[in-house]
């Protein structure tokens, strides 16, 4: 069992920059793959990027490289997303994830998920 927990979501304006931190609890962390999905409002849940257990594989979606960086610290049990130049289309609650599977965009093979974060974007 892995619980998430993640924060600094929050307001921004366009072009600005956010950090969100997911903080797990729970043995293991540091052998699952972690993600990073959004919601925006009125739309499904979609892929952001994922990262292996020893951070040394990272997937993206397309649209976002470039832009966001997944990174990980098992000693803290925590993954990161860096969000920089930052678009009102990035407008979201962001969710971290859980797997035991290689990083993937898949969410149902996402086992654990966090509570969410929200994050708003102005123009």
């Known amino acids: 069992q892995v619980q998430l927990v993640e924060s600094g979501g929050g307001l921004v304006q366009a072009g600005g920059s956010l950090r969100l931190s997911c903080a797990a609890s729970?043995?293991?962390?540091?052998?699952?793959?972690m993600g990073w999905f959004r919601q925006p409002p009125g739309k499904e849940r979609e892929f952001v990027a994922a990262i292996s257990w020893s951070g040394a594989t990272t997937l993206y979606a397309d649209s976002l490289k470039g832009r966001f960086t997944i990174s990980r610290d098992n000693a803290k049990s925590t993954v990161y997303l860096q969000m920089n130049n930052l678009k009102p289309e990035d407008t979201a609650v962001y969710y971290c994830?859980?797997?035991?599977?290689?990083?993937?965009?898949?969410?149902?093979?996402?086992?654990?998920w966090g509570q969410g974060t929200q994050v708003t974007v102005s123009s």
């Open positions: 994830a859980a797997s035991n599977r290689v990083p993937t965009m898949t969410r149902g093979l996402y086992e654990y």
């Open positions: 729970g043995r293991r962390f540091s052998s699952y793959t």
